[in-house]
């Protein structure tokens, strides 16, 4: 891993066009901007994960079927119904 020391106003480029610029520095926090070429994704890497786990999840119930998705309700609906038994209400939802 490089590691590179930057400066509000200052940025570093990668190949391929993208250039990443320090906008902005606070006491906790770096605001980063980044310009890239329209075919490049960017995305923050939870985002990144939480939409390969989506995809992950949505190719397992196209694999399962239709019996899959009635597996799937039955399973909700029994998470609901023992957190109903600490969280009233909740199996109402």
Known sequence: MLVLRRRAGEAIILGGGIEIEVMEISRTRVKLGVRAPREVSVARREVAVLAEENRKASDFMISRGQQGVGD???????LANESSKVLPGLADM
């Open 72 to 78: 799937l309700v039955r399973l909700m609906r029994n």
